[in-house]
């Protein structure tokens, strides 16, 4: 729903002529088709004749182009300021900031990796204020299929790389990987992965360190690749990561939270909620 002109009143003082033609800006680039002025109006609860001055100021220094005499999107001016803003973020530093403010929420340990080629790497790690014992610490690298972020890399990964890695793993692997405390044979694994990339999560419920329950999500570019993985790591007893739950609601914002300052807004299409 889009706020009323008239309706808003700035906390602090500003200017409110500036404020409208950002309105306008922001309409035009989430419209699912160029809107026209009419629409425009409408939407904004402006006058026709005074969206129309905005208008042709935008026009006028490139924010905004006019396609078929009667409709508006942005103009060249828009995408250079997208582009300079795009050069800016800085998704490691974003995570890092997401999970200081997880661990401070939770009290649960979490962790940032990245992909190194073979398997996650963690380059950030918070203990709560009751570590657990775990043999992983920061700069440790992860078994791409005996990791919850793993996994996720491994579900979003080209597929002869993929298979790459998996042949390796069932070749030399002494025991098979588990889910819910179930082996995971070569032909399951697939599916499991398929559902992993649906769902943009893996947990791992005691299923490699004994009574320890661990949720991972991805974070991603703007383009749909992984460029983060955040996880949460607890204490079975006390650390409910079930889907729905308050451990698993904290982890999915915190990580949606990262794609969509990076993004801008929310990415449809790779099966996030």
Same mark, same amino acid.
């Given at each position: 729903?889009?706020?009323?002109?008239?309706?808003?009143?700035?906390?602090?003082?500003?200017?409110?002529?500036?404020?409208?033609?950002?309105?306008?800006?922001?309409?035009?680039?989430?419209?699912?088709?160029?809107?026209?002025?009419?629409?425009?109006?409408?939407?904004?609860?402006?006058?026709?004749?005074?969206?129309?001055?905005?208008?042709?100021?935008?026009l006028r220094e490139g924010y905004i182009n006019q396609v078929n005499h009667t409709q508006y999107t942005l103009g060249n001016?828009?995408?250079?300021?997208?582009?300079?803003?795009?050069?800016?973020?800085?998704?490691?530093?974003?995570?890092?900031?997401?999970?200081?403010?997880?661990?401070?929420?939770?009290?649960?340990? !979490?962790? !940032?990796?990245?992909?190194?080629?073979?398997?996650?790497?963690?380059?950030?790690?918070?203990?709560?204020?009751?570590?657990?014992? !775990?043999?992983?610490?920061?700069?440790?690298?992860?078994?791409?299929?005996?990791?919850?972020?793993?996994?996720?890399?491994?579900?979003?990964?080209?597929?002869?790389?993929?298979?790459?890695?998996?042949?390796?793993?069932?070749?030399?692997?002494?025991?098979?990987?588990?889910?819910?405390?179930?082996?995971?044979?070569?032909?399951?694994?697939?599916?499991?992965?398929?559902?992993?990339?649906?769902?943009?999560?893996?947990?791992?419920?005691?299923?490699?360190?004994?009574?320890?329950?661990?949720?991972?999500?991805?974070?991603?570019?703007?383009?749909?690749?992984?460029?983060?993985?955040?996880?949460?790591?607890?204490?079975?007893?006390?650390?409910?990561?079930?889907?729905?739950?308050?451990?698993?609601?904290?982890?999915?914002?915190?990580?949606?939270?990262?794609?969509?300052?990076?993004?801008?807004?929310?990415?449809?299409?790779?099966?996030?909620?």
């Open positions: 729903m889009v706020t009323s002109m008239a309706e808003e009143s700035p906390k602090r003082q500003g200017i409110g002529s500036l404020e409208i033609g950002l309105h306008i800006l922001n309409y035009i680039s989430t419209a699912p088709k160029p809107p026209t002025l009419k629409e425009l109006s409408g939407a904004l609860d402006l006058s026709p004749s005074r969206a129309h001055k905005y208008l042709v100021s935008l001016s828009s995408l250079t300021l997208g582009i300079s803003a795009l050069r800016r973020i800085n998704p490691i530093q974003l995570s890092y900031e997401a999970v200081d403010r997880l661990n401070e929420e939770t009290d649960k340990t !979490v962790s !940032v990796t990245v992909w190194n080629g073979n398997g996650p790497l963690i380059i950030k790690w918070l203990d709560s204020s009751q570590p657990i014992s !775990v043999n992983v610490r920061l700069g440790a690298e992860l078994s791409p299929l005996n990791s919850a972020s793993g996994r996720i890399y491994l579900a979003h990964l080209p597929a002869k790389r993929r298979k790459e890695l998996v042949d390796q793993y069932y070749k030399n692997a002494k025991s098979l990987p588990k889910h819910r405390g179930k082996p995971i044979t070569r032909e399951e694994l697939q599916p499991h992965l398929e559902t992993i990339k649906r769902d943009n999560y893996c947990a791992f419920f005691s299923d490699y360190l004994p009574e320890i329950n661990v949720l991972s999500r991805p974070v991603f570019d703007i383009n749909g690749s992984i460029v983060t993985v955040i996880t949460l790591l607890g204490l079975d007893r006390d650390t409910d990561i079930s889907e729905g739950s308050f451990l698993f609601e904290q982890v999915r914002e915190c990580s949606d939270r990262v794609t969509r300052q990076i993004c801008g807004q929310q990415r449809e299409g790779n099966g996030r909620d």
